[in-house]
């Protein structure tokens, strides 16, 4: 939708009430990612809301 109605980029924050693990966190914002290919996707690291912090080497992996 954000896309569509002319957005220059979008902010992913982590899920909040789960802990998920490396890979599903990576597949969360991949499929975002993947579904908006031509728009910038912004990581919102948001630990004090959602309970835990982005690590650096997924945060690497999204980025290659």
Do not use: C, W
Request: aromatic share 8%.
């Amino acid at each position: 939708m954000a896309v569509a109605n002319g957005t220059a980029a979008v902010s992913v924050l982590q899920p909040m009430f789960l802990k998920p693990t490396h890979d599903e966190l990576f597949l969360h914002f991949k499929t975002i990612a993947g579904s908006i290919p031509d728009t910038p996707v912004l990581l919102y690291n948001n630990p004090g809301r959602v309970g835990y912090t982005l690590t650096t080497p997924l945060v690497d992996e999204l980025a290659h």
